[in-house]
């Protein structure tokens, strides 16, 4: 099992900066990579950006340049450092942890006004 807990969401002006946080604590050994996905209003859940677990990174097309995932081993933490937000950046953002399985934070807010 993998428990997932994200922090950083809020309220921010378009062309401004936020930062999310996903702490992963339990079967950590058995991740094979992190990402963080959302789900815009009304719409289905998309892939945002993922890092594995040699440190390769993949981004969506609408955040290249902008968005930045990394990870701290140490702290057993991703990040997802989100610059020059969009009003369209607006969503529920979830952490995710593939094993042989999938597992998801909670999900937090992000809300980006014009």
């Known amino acids: 099992q993998v428990q997932l807990v994200e922090s950083g969401g809020g309220l921010v002006q378009a062309g401004g900066s936020l930062r999310l946080s996903c702490a992963a604590s339990g079967s950590i050994f058995s991740i094979n990579a992190m990402g963080w996905y959302r789900q815009p209003p009304g719409k289905q859940r998309e892939l945002v950006a993922i890092i594995s677990s040699g440190g390769s990174t993949n981004y969506a097309e609408s955040v290249k340049g902008r968005f930045t995932i990394s990870r701290d081993n140490a702290k057993n933490t991703v990040y997802l450092q989100m610059n020059s937000l969009k009003p369209e950046d607006t969503a529920v953002y979830y952490c995710?942890?593939?094993?042989?399985?999938?597992?998801w934070g909670q999900g937090t807010q992000v809300t980006v006004s014009s």
């Open positions: 995710n942890a593939k094993t042989n399985q999938n597992y």
